[in-house]
């Protein structure tokens, strides 16, 4: 059974930084694309940032390049995003994801965990 499992989320005001971790069972992560993507009330998931299975190539998403930065240690099954100059408009829920295939779109990845709240105040 896969388990993707976040943590790190929290509330932090406008400018500082926090590290989400996704800890993964039941499957190699070494074998998988990995991502990030958040949700806020009232608008879809986006995409944030997804990494190769070996962590070579990397994407993000416009709104993040710069600020936040995901790797991955495949030895620990585990992934990270590091967030830093946060701003209120970060403000989601934060999900891990994996799947065969790196992309933008969530229906590429087949395994997702239950998220993690980031809250940003101003």
């Known amino acids: 059974q896969v388990q993707l499992v976040e943590s790190g989320g929290g509330l932090v005001q406008a400018g500082g930084g926090l590290r989400l971790s996704c800890a993964a069972s039941?499957?190699?992560?070494?074998?998988?694309?990995m991502a990030w993507f958040r949700q806020a009330p009232g608008q879809e998931r986006e995409f944030v940032a997804s990494s190769s299975p070996g962590g070579l190539r990397t994407d993000y998403a416009d709104s993040v390049k710069g600020r936040f930065t995901i790797s991955r240690d495949n030895a620990k099954n585990t992934m990270y995003l590091q967030m830093i100059s946060l701003k209120p408009e970060d403000t989601a829920v934060y999900y891990c994801?994996?799947?065969?295939?790196?992309?933008?779109?969530?229906?590429?990845?087949?395994?997702w965990g239950q998220g993690t709240q980031v809250t940003v105040s101003s």
């Open positions: 039941g499957l190699t992560s070494g074998r998988y694309s």
């Open positions: 994801s994996a799947g065969p295939l790196s992309s933008v779109r969530a229906t590429s990845y087949a395994y």
